[in-house]
């Protein structure tokens, strides 16, 4: 847009979501499953001698991360009036930041400083060399045991990679069960393949204390106690504001992030706060949305979209296997708002092309008005990362139930059962109007 941009980095280029997010809990969740797929191979009438041994594929994971960080810092920032400053961003007034020795005056602002890991008060926790995101990377090797504090998406997804690959795994988890912002009849499938898979998962429950004994850590919670090598915390983030000099100019916050308007202003109207930071989406893809939005916002853009926030539906996905998805209401936030809806349950292993792959575990959930306006939709089974966006997209711009069962979906591909849930509801549709045709009729006859 022809403005000149300064970026400040306090670390590395790409953030959490390429250094110590996304990308390397995708990429070990990865190995693991090729790992378990190679350990299964009989299922597909295959047999193969030997075991899949880790030799590199922790520092693998490291280099390809490495490789990705170097291509954005240069290719991002190329073509562009653009400094980067690799150094901690602080605020001195309205328009100024300092950074090192240098001060920066800026027309706008753009605060993106993420997230941190929430660590709770536990007795005994400062006392262990626990792990958080931060650190978790930089493993040399699998641990033997592994006690997860947490239920929500990390606690699962690294969970399951790290039993897979061989780990001890333990969840203790405070809410009644895991993956708390989905329903738990959601929820409970992959709690239940967790297990099956030999992860033990504590629903309900916090730790009492930690206890460093000579090699091992001690873990007391609920009367029980679990031994293990290693404690990872994975028990939700905070706004990463604290050294940003918010105070000194002003800005509003709370615990959860940065107050923000509609476009993501703050209280000081040149200031945008986006992603984590505001607390409203911990997504990366919301982060990017937000940026987006704001930065058309500030240029003014003649957009013929809406540039605020709540127009806007946040998908999710949680990458385990099986996958989680959803987008909009939950059946448990449909009744507390008092709306009248049905619950439409499409099951995986009703269709034959996800049982030859051997991925028949899950359903899709689909809450809808009685006239079959969606609501919210919700997935537990295979690709149900890929098959929510149809969802998010038919929510988004207002397409019913009926129109999505009416979309011819390419056979036998897995985003068929999109097709065969909205069908369910149209069909269902249907046969209530031919039994009320039917008592109409006998009762002229
Ligand atoms: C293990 C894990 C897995 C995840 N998986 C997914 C996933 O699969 N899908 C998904 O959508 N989301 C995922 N997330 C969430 C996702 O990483 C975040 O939502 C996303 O990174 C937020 O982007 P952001 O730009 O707001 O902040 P960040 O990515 O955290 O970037 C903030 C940057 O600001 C820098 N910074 C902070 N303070 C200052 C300062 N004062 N001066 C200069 N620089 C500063 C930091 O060094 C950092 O590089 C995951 C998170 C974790 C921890
Ligand atoms: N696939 C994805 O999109 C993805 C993957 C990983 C992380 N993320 C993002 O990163 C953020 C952080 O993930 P997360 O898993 O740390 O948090 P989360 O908010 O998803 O879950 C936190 C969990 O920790 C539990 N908990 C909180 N305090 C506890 C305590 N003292 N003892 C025991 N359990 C406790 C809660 O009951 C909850 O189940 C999430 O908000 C998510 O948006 C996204």
């Not at 709690?191 to 850590?217: A, H, P, S, W």
Request: a neutral charge; glycine letters at 8%; hydrophobic letters at 40%.
């Amino acid at each position: 847009a022809g403005m000149s941009v300064l970026t400040v980095e306090k670390n590395k280029v790409g953030g959490e979501c390429l250094n110590c997010g996304c990308i390397p809990s995708k990429a070990i969740l990865k190995t693991a499953q090729i790992k378990n797929d190679i350990e299964n191979l009989e299922k597909f009438g295959l047999e193969l001698s030997g075991n899949a041994k880790i030799t590199s594929a922790l520092e693998l994971i490291r280099r390809k991360i490495d490789t990705i960080g170097k291509a954005k810092a240069t290719k991002m920032f190329e073509n562009v009036d653009s400094i980067v400053s690799q150094g901690e961003a602080t605020f001195v007034d309205e328009h100024t930041i300092r950074v090192k020795d240098n001060l920066y005056k800026g027309k706008f602002i753009f605060i993106a400083v993420g997230s941190e890991p929430s660590i709770p008060n536990i007795n005994g926790l400062s006392e262990i060399d626990y792990l958080t995101n931060k650190n978790l990377f930089k493993l040399e090797n699998i641990p033997e045991s592994l006690v997860i504090i947490g239920g929500g998406a990390i606690a699962c997804e690294m969970g399951q990679a790290f039993r897979r690959l061989g780990a001890k795994v333990s969840l203790i988890n405070m809410d009644d069960h895991i993956i708390p912002s989905i329903d738990k009849d959601v929820a409970s499938v992959l709690d239940e393949k967790l297990r099956n898979e030999g992860i033990d998962i504590f629903n309900g429950t916090t730790v009492d204390e930690f206890q460093k004994t000579l090699n091992k850590i001690e873990v007391s919670f609920s009367n029980k106690k679990l031994v293990c090598d290693r404690v990872l915390i994975a028990a939700g983030r905070k706004p990463a504001i604290d050294k940003l000099g918010l105070d000194r100019i002003g800005i509003k916050y709370t615990k959860y992030g940065i107050d923000v308007d509609e476009f993501n202003r703050t209280n000081i109207k040149h200031i945008y706060a986006i992603g984590d930071c505001n607390g409203k989406s911990l997504f990366s893809h919301a982060a990017m949305h937000q940026g987006m939005l704001s930065a058309m916002h500030m240029i003014k853009s003649t957009s013929p979209c809406s540039l605020k926030r709540s127009g806007y539906v946040v998908p999710f996905s949680i990458f385990t296997d099986p996958e989680i998805a959803h987008v909009g209401l939950t059946e448990k936030e449909a009744k507390e708002k008092n709306i009248e809806f049905r619950v439409i349950k499409e099951y995986y292993r009703d269709y034959g092309r996800v049982l030859i792959d051997g991925k028949d575990d899950g359903f899709i959930k689909i809450i809808a008005t009685p006239k079959g306006t969606i609501l919210g939709v919700s997935i537990v089974g295979d690709a149900a990362s890929e098959l929510i966006t149809e969802w998010a997209m038919a929510l988004q711009f207002n397409i019913t139930l009926d129109e999505v069962a009416m979309t011819q979906h390419p056979f036998p591909a897995v985003s068929l059962l999109n097709m065969r849930a909205a069908q369910k509801f149209m069909m269902g549709k249907f046969l209530e109007q031919m039994k009320k045709r039917r008592v109409g009729k006998s009762e002229i006859a």
